[in-house]
């Protein structure tokens, strides 16, 4: 009688990739500015974080990591003048975060300073100078003025990650939706509000979004409407995006049955 030896590990490896079922949802709101108060943000490979300084005098530099330090992609974004079409002005080049829009009409007025942008410097706990205008056309200014932005995140190579949104307002209230989509798949829908004015005028924030995917996905879209139409009063900055690459499959689930069979009878 002949004898087949079937290990453990080539049983392990025939295990299902994606099983796990894709998810959206929204995190935390971190408030990093009132009263129009200059905060930091930092994408330096390695150091990328931000700080609270904007509200809190006494705030230590670099004190909330994205993920681990080193992003997967961003787009910061700006715009000329009112009416003016919201433009790049730092790009991680992953190609994942395309310039997001806003209507012509809800675009109002320049940009503005609101926060140091590094992004080809290390900031050294946010103490050298900042380099977050780096002479793009249109984009003189940080924040976008737009009472309603919207935009495409590429999340099809990745098995989770999170989506940092960083944006402010004159007049607290606002909504943030997220809509992730995949052919075949049903969408689905997160969001995050701030419904009524707080004691203040001109907070900051950055909301933060988490996703797994496992593949069954493309793209996040997201929506940001400023209940007060008036662009002047809403501030847009861009999109932060951490992800991590959906695993390779291993040789034995590349092979499937029909290669598990081969591998038996090379054993005979």
């Not at 730092?90 to 310039?99: H, Q, S, Y």
Request: glycine content about 14%; overall charge negative.
């Amino acid at each position: 009688m002949q004898k087949y030896l079937l290990t453990l590990p080539a049983v392990v490896c025939l295990t299902a990739v994606g099983a796990n079922a894709a998810s959206l949802t929204f995190e935390a709101r971190e408030l990093v500015s009132e009263n129009n108060s200059n905060f930091n943000i930092s994408v330096f490979d390695g150091a990328a974080s931000y700080d609270d300084s904007g509200r809190d005098a006494n705030a230590v530099g670099l004190a909330n990591t994205f993920g681990d330090g080193t992003v997967t992609d961003y787009n910061f974004i700006g715009n000329s003048g009112t009416g003016s079409a919201l433009t790049t002005y730092a790009d991680g080049g992953a190609g994942l975060i395309a310039t997001p829009t806003a209507p012509a009409a809800n675009v109002h007025g320049n940009g503005e300073d609101w926060a140091n942008v590094w992004t080809v410097s290390d900031p050294v706990g946010f103490t050298s100078a900042r380099n977050h205008n780096p002479g793009v056309a249109g984009a003189a200014n940080t924040f976008a003025r737009a009472a309603e932005v919207n935009g495409t995140i590429d999340i099809s190579g990745l098995a989770l990650g999170q989506i940092y949104i960083p944006h402010g307002t004159y007049v607290n209230n606002w909504t943030l939706t997220l809509t992730m989509s995949g052919a075949g798949q049903a969408d689905i829908v997160s969001s995050e509000t701030q419904g009524a004015n707080g004691p203040g005028r001109n907070f900051g924030w950055i909301t933060e979004f988490n996703f797994t995917n496992e593949g069954q996905y493309d793209t996040v879209a997201y929506n940001w409407t400023h209940a007060d139409r008036d662009g002047s009063r809403a501030r847009f900055m861009g999109v932060i995006l951490d992800g991590t690459a959906i695993p390779e499959p291993s040789a034995i689930a590349l092979l499937g049955l029909g290669g598990l069979g081969f591998l038996l009878r090379r054993r005979r």
